[in-house]
């Protein structure tokens, strides 16, 4: 909202702030453009690089897959072919039990909400309702 000034006129209180109200709406209105091209670049790049650890998660389960089978036919090398794969399989469930206690153990820990952040909004609302 650029006006052309006459000399000699000065412009009134009314209109300076309108000119800065509408100034300022154009800066906030850029930055927001602006975050959400950088956020778009940068969602961009995370999806690629998610679907990366995705292909690469799913692979390194392919190797892990004929690690155990190959471990199991090394046991077989001693016992027969059907004990090897059981003692594979049975490692494999203790491990898995291992890891699911450990993770009930982490879960158990979550609180479920952000104590701290709730605490200073409530800290905030009553400062400004007190007016301190």
Not at 31 to 52: F, P, Q, R, V, Y
Not at 97 to 107: C, D, F, P, T, W
Request: glycine residues 10%; aromatic residues 6%.
């Amino acid at each position: 909202m650029t006006t052309t000034r006459e000399p000699g006129v000065e412009r009134t209180i009314g209109q300076l702030v309108a000119d800065a109200t509408h100034d300022l709406s154009s800066i906030v209105h850029n930055e927001i453009a602006l975050a959400k091209t950088e956020l778009k670049n940068d969602a961009k790049a995370a999806g690629k690089g998610a679907a990366m650890f995705g292909a690469a998660a799913f692979v390194g389960l392919l190797g892990l897959i004929f690690l155990f089978h190959s471990v199991a036919r090394v046991i077989a090398i001693w016992l027969p072919v059907w004990a090897g794969y059981l003692i594979t399989t049975g490692l494999l469930f203790l491990i898995a039990g291992i890891l699911a206690l450990v993770g009930r153990k982490s879960v158990s820990g979550v609180k479920g909400k952000p104590e701290r952040t709730i605490r200073n909004a409530q800290d905030t609302i009553s400062t400004v309702k007190n007016g301190s």
